[in-house]
């Protein structure tokens, strides 16, 4: 520390510099949800309506991946504002909280399935991977939403004793929600 220092955190970031060679596979990876096995077809089936592949198509493979961070920040906003409404000071979860805590881990859920899809463009050769790179730069994803959802997912989880499956896809219960809601008949989506 510095004479004069506040005791804040430093206004710059510490970092690994990855080669530009490997920028668009550690991208992939860094999207990549081990526990999935999402492809990118059915990422785009469940996102892009019928009525809309035309104007789908005529975008480029990067202009797609945008599209498709587009789509899943949105859901993490949607996950983020179900578990801020969710009161932490309470013992037993009620029905209210209950919809608001599945609402969320759904719109959680597809996110993240969304951001595999797009890591599987990359391994299934959709997308190259400086244009992968390019593509996340240029449409400016932040990590800090999909931090503050995680941190609200744990905060809930441990009021209410709420399992579920941690981001980065390793599991703390036996079965896996996708598997569950179709084996029940309903669409993870």
Known sequence: MSDGDTGAPPDRSVGVSVPEDHV??????AFEDPERSTTWTEVVSEVVAAEARDAW??????EQVQELLAVADDYDERAVEALEAVPLDG???????DDLFEEATRCRRNADRIRDGVAAAYTE?????????????????????????EDLVEAV?????????PYGGVLMEADDSDADAAAAGGDPW
Do not use: C, K, M, W
């Open 24 to 29: 668009g596979a550690f991208v992939a990876q």
């Open 125 to 149: 050769d959709r997308i190259e991977a400086d244009r992968l790179a390019d593509a996340v730069e240029a449409y400016g994803f932040d990590t800090g939403t999909v931090a503050e959802r």
């Open 57 to 62: 198509d005529a975008l480029s493979p990067a």
């Open 157 to 165: 989880t441990e009021a209410y004793d709420y399992d579920v499956r």
């Open 91 to 97: 013992v037993e979860p009620t029905d209210e909280v």
